[in-house]
Nanobody
């Protein structure tokens, strides 16, 4: 089992940057693959980015490639999402996620773990 707590959301103007953090805790936290999802008003939750704890493999949604970077600090059990060149369409609640399968964390994370989310609002 793993507990996830996000931080770092806020209001930013278009073109600006934000960094989200996700602290993972629990005796088996390092066994999980980590990712970020987001849900905009009136839309379904969608995959944003994922990373492995023990390798450099990452995966990004096409809509954020080249603008967002996922990284992790194994010593702190923390995953980050650096978001640059933000656009109004990036406005959403961002959720940290954890799963045991790469195919799960890079799609819907069905059956995985979720944080409570952090709001990101990008003004035009």
């Amino acid at each position: 089992q793993v507990q996830l707590v996000e931080s770092g959301g806020g209001l930013v103007q278009a073109g600006g940057s934000l960094r989200l953090s996700c602290a993972a805790s629990g005796p088996t936290a390092k066994n999980y693959l980590m990712g970020w999802f987001r849900q905009a008003p009136g839309k379904e939750r969608e995959f944003v980015a994922a990373i492995r704890w023990t390798a450099t493999n990452t995966n990004y949604a096409d809509s954020v490639k080249g603008r967002f970077t996922i990284s992790r600090d194994n010593a702190k059990n923390t995953v980050y999402l650096q978001m640059n060149n933000l656009k109004p369409e990036d406005t959403a609640v961002y959720y940290c996620a954890a799963a045991t399968l790469w195919s799960t964390i890079t799609t819907s994370n069905d059956g995985g773990y979720w944080g409570r989310g952090t709001q990101v609002t990008v003004s035009s």
